[in-house]
């Protein structure tokens, strides 16, 4: 089993900046394939951002350039830097994990948190 509790969502004005955690817990955090979702509103849930285990990364187009992934294995936490945020970045933010390599689709994540709310004013 893993736990993933996600953090740092909040109300931020379009062109700032937020930071959120993910501490996960459980199974070997190091082995494990991270996976930051959103979902907005009347959406469906989007892929956002990727970091496999060995530390490369994979984001969505909408998010590139602006978002980073990080991880930090010691702390079994994943992060997830958003800069640059728009209206349209507000939703809820999961965390999830596979051990699958390359999956980043929903359906393939093996464990989900609850997530944390980002809006994003104007």
């Known amino acids: 089993q893993v736990q993933l509790v996600e953090s740092g969502g909040g109300l931020v004005q379009a062109g700032g900046s937020l930071r959120l955690s993910c501490a996960a817990s459980?199974?070997?955090?190091?082995?494990?394939?991270m996976t930051w979702f959103r979902q907005a509103p009347g959406k469906e849930r989007e892929f956002v951002a990727a970091?496999?285990?060995?530390?490369?990364?994979y984001y969505a187009d909408s998010v590139k350039g602006r978002f980073t992934i990080s991880r930090d294995n010691a702390k079994n936490t994943l992060y997830l830097q958003m800069n640059s945020l728009k209206l349209e970045d507000t939703a809820v933010y999961y965390c999830a994990t596979t051990r699958k390599f390359g999956v980043v689709a929903a359906q393939g994540m093996e464990y989900w948190g609850k997530g944390t709310l980002v809006t994003v004013s104007s």
């Open positions: 970091i496999w285990s060995g530390g490369s990364t």
């Open positions: 459980g199974r070997t955090f190091t082995t494990n394939h």
